[in-house]
């Protein structure tokens, strides 16, 4: 790869981290509610996801989701339901929210449901393995050693993406004084399981 394909595929990856999605409301809701310290686990489990579909995108996997419709409907229909517990979760804590959160009292997941949420709202989403058996190829030269290159674009991606998710962690981090208000925790619990849900029946419905 030459230095002009990384720099293009690492302005890809950038604008594509950076737009709204599942994970992002993930990590919105986890370091405004417990601290950007409690949203590492999910971040790490974000980008565990997103690697595991590009070593799937070199050995073919994603090509046979891509190209198998029962492949693509059944982990379609996994991802929705991953979406939707998620969102209803959210809706279910913001009616037990009643004070200011504490470290105390903030009830933070453990570590590993953190990071199985965030691995699952990547592996369960099928236009992830669309997506990453369709660009990485277009950034690996003819001749050259596809699971070595699409496995070194893919940390280039997780580096890029947990650097973004970092960032904006770290910043609703900042505001969890406002976050931890009764009336604002409530809000957010509810709007993030709405956003959640609403993604999860869009991933259902969509037929692309």
């Given at each position: 790869?030459?230095?002009?394909?990384?720099?293009?595929?690492?302005?890809?990856?950038?604008?594509?981290?950076?737009?709204?999605?599942?994970?992002?409301?993930?990590?919105?809701?986890?370091?405004?509610?417990?601290?950007a310290r409690a949203a590492l686990?999910?971040?790490?489990?974000?980008?565990?996801?997103?690697?595991?579909?590009?070593?799937?995108?070199?050995?073919?996997?994603?090509?046979?989701?891509?190209?198998?419709?029962?492949?693509?409907?059944?982990?379609?229909?996994?991802?929705?339901?991953?979406?939707?517990?998620?969102?209803?979760?959210?809706?279910?804590?913001?009616?037990?929210?009643?004070?200011?959160?504490?470290?105390?009292?903030?009830?933070?997941?453990?570590?590993?449901?953190?990071?199985?949420?965030?691995?699952?709202?990547?592996?369960?989403?099928?236009?992830?393995?669309?997506?990453?058996?369709?660009?990485?190829?277009?950034?690996?030269?003819?001749?050259?050693?596809?699971?070595?290159?699409?496995?070194?674009?893919?940390?280039?991606?997780?580096?890029?993406?947990?650097?973004?998710?970092?960032?904006?962690?770290?910043?609703?981090?900042?505001?969890?004084?406002?976050?931890?208000?009764?009336?604002?925790?409530?809000?957010l619990e509810r709007v993030t399981?709405?956003?959640?849900?609403?993604?999860?029946?869009?991933?259902?419905?969509?037929?692309?």
């Open positions: 790869m030459t230095p002009s394909d990384v720099a293009a595929f690492t302005a890809a990856v950038t604008l594509l981290a950076m737009v709204p999605g599942p994970a992002t409301a993930l990590v919105v809701r986890r370091s405004a509610v417990h601290g686990p999910v971040i790490g489990g974000i980008e565990l996801g997103i690697y595991l579909w590009a070593i799937a995108a070199a050995v073919g996997l994603a090509a046979l989701v891509a190209a198998s419709e029962a492949a693509y409907v059944g982990l379609r229909i996994v991802g929705a339901g991953v979406l939707i517990v998620l969102g209803v979760q959210a809706w279910r804590a913001a009616r037990h929210v009643e004070a200011p959160a504490t470290p105390e009292s903030s009830g933070a997941p453990g570590w590993r449901w953190s990071a199985g949420a965030g691995a699952l709202t990547n592996l369960a989403n099928p236009k992830a393995a669309i997506f990453a058996f369709a660009f990485y190829p277009q950034f690996i030269p003819a001749g050259a050693d596809v699971l070595a290159s699409t496995m070194l674009l893919g940390v280039l991606q997780v580096v890029v993406d947990a650097t973004w998710y970092v960032m904006l962690a770290l910043l609703v981090g900042r505001a969890r004084d406002f976050f931890s208000r009764a009336t604002v925790r409530r809000r399981g709405t956003v959640l849900i609403g993604l999860g029946i869009r991933m259902a419905a969509d037929r692309a």
